[in-house]
């Protein structure tokens, strides 16, 4: 059990997740995301869990110097940034890079991508931190984040004396794990039957 505030992954608080693992195989063969896949997120693994702060720096900066992203962490009476509750994301998002690069995919983590999707959404957004920001992320800007958090990433994966070779499958690996996990987090803001 984590002592991070907030991380429920594999907890009694967490509900099943509406896609079953039989259709997350289907996404996963949609994203030609296979065993190569998981044993190079695994590589990676030891790469990033040193660098987690550094990697959050980096994507904190970039969120930072954008208003529209910014203003999902902002107030939303007066829109000025919410520092506590940044801060408490963060810890969050970094427990989520290690959780990546450990792809472990089985149901306790098929059922914490459904709730990290409805911490995004109005449904259970702000809810978790007390926060008094913003209702829901834009789903807009979930997935167009895709591209800056894997391609700042890569720099980092290239850090330990991998082969070039080995650097570009494992980020090609984290780039199909963030489409999986983005489309997972989908699931509130598509209409009902339409997922």
């Known amino acids: 059990m984590s002592d991070i505030p907030g991380y429920t992954h594999g907890t009694p608080s967490v509900a099943r997740s509406p896609v079953s693992l039989t259709d997350f195989e289907k996404m996963k ?60 994301v963060r810890k969050r998002f970094g427990q989520w890079i290690l959780d990546t690069s450990l792809a472990q995919y089985d149901q306790a983590w098929l059922d914490y991508q459904h709730e990290i ?47 070039a070779e080995d650097v570009e499958k494992m980020s090609a690996a984290w780039l199909k794990s963030c489409l999986l996990q983005v489309t997972l987090w989908a699931h509130p803001y598509v209409k009902d039957g339409d997922f």
């Open 29 to 88: 063969a949609s994203v030609l995301f296979g065993e190569e896949d998981v044993k190079y997120l695994r590589m990676s693994h030891d790469i990033v869990k040193g660098h987690v702060e550094a990697i959050l720096d980096v994507w904190y900066g970039f969120v930072g110097s954008q208003p529209h992203l910014l203003a999902s962490f902002s107030g939303k009476k007066d829109g000025k940034p919410l520092g506590d509750y940044l801060g408490l």
């Open 117 to 163: 999707g409805l911490r995004h959404h109005r449904v259970k957004k702000n809810k978790t931190d007390g926060a008094p920001s913003t209702d829901v992320v834009p789903f807009r800007d979930l997935f167009a984040l895709i591209f800056p958090v894997t391609f700042t990433l890569r720099p980092f994966l290239a850090r330990q004396g991998h082969s």
